[in-house]
């Protein structure tokens, strides 16, 4: 609230006497002691009036989606979402029929959960209708109003019930919006892989989301997104592995919930609508090309490290480590954990020196030829353990040349 862009933002929109409020998901982190990611503000005013007064003031507005009072203003680099307040004519899923309205509350009553119908003034005044300040010091995840009202007018709202209960919710969750949930549990098919997505790799970012996934198998909620989730003490295990340094990996997470397989790993990915770096990493997790654990030689864990990268070759080794130790509440990563580990980003620094501009250069065209010849070379060179220089490796290919 006191940064300078912030503050451009709030005086552009009050220049002529307007109300305006933060709300939402920036008010809640602030109580809650997180991060605050994106800011959104409401105000009374039309979305006309709102980029009528940012363009006065010479902050850039976009348009964002102004025919549902929503106007995207970016200041110092930031954007800032500002809304005008809302009531709803009709909902049907993602979108709704919308009408603007001066009254607060009204508004606010639109929010799925008490805590997301939270406002702030700008000059720190709380406005909390539905006690949402209580629900989120007690975490209790508890819907604005009737839940099976609420998750009716989006099904999305069901995932977001469980996404926010391993975020900020204490056990056990709200009972009767849990029973709600479990029963219309098989109308999340209706949802587009993108939205699923989105809320189920966020619930798995979570500090903790075991007690929430455990729930939502045990209620056979999850089965209705990933049709072969098992249980979760692999999951369980995999976080005990995981690096502390590292932000959390919620496809390698993915992955400690489903069984292993490639046919598996292209069918969920493509449910979800998965990119293509989340795609090639869930396929390599659940199908990987070797076992970092196993017996393995140095050239073929080369290859592997060469293929996948260091830190996909990272969360490999961590979830094979707790494949190895699923449902072994005492072990910790060993010996052999740290050996492969310190293997992999040794091997990970090793760059074979040559390409294939080289053996152009010495008049080998392009084609399956230079391929082999390059291969041969590389496996000359791993075999020596890495060390031959570029220099070396240029001789033994003219070698090669000389003796094709």
Known sequence: MRAPETRAVIAAL???????????????????????????????????????????????????????????????????????????????????????????????????????????????????????????MAGRVRFVGEARARIEEDYLRLLRFFRFQAHFGKPPPDPEALEIAAELAPELDRLSGERIRAELLRLLQAPDPIPVVEIMIARRILREILPTAPDAALLRALMRAEATDEPVDPILRLAAVLEPGREQAERIAERLRLSNRQRFALVYLLAPPLDPLAEVSLKDLHRAVRKLGAPLSRKLLQLSWARRHRGDERAVPDEAFQAALEDIERLASKRFPLLGRDARALGVPEGPKLGRLLEEVEEWWSERDFEPARKACLDRLRELIAGA
Not at 35 to 46: E, G, N
């Open 14 to 136: 009050t220049a002529e006497g307007a109300e305006v409020r933060f709300v939402g998901g920036c008010v809640r982190d602030a109580l809650a002691g997180r991060k605050v990611q994106d800011i959104d503000i409401a105000t009374q005013l039309p979305p006309e009036e709102v980029m009528r007064l940012l363009g006065a003031a010479g902050i850039k507005a976009v348009p964002t989606g102004i025919q549902h009072g929503t106007v995207t203003a970016v200041a110092g680099g930031k954007p800032f979402e500002i809304t005008t307040l809302r009531v709803d004519v009709e909902t049907y899923g993602r979108q709704a029929k919308v009408a603007f309205t001066d009254d607060w509350t009204a508004d606010a009553a639109r929010r799925d959960f008490t805590f997301n119908a939270l406002s702030c003034a700008p000059d720190g005044a709380l406005y909390d209708p539905f006690d949402g300040e209580a629900d989120l």
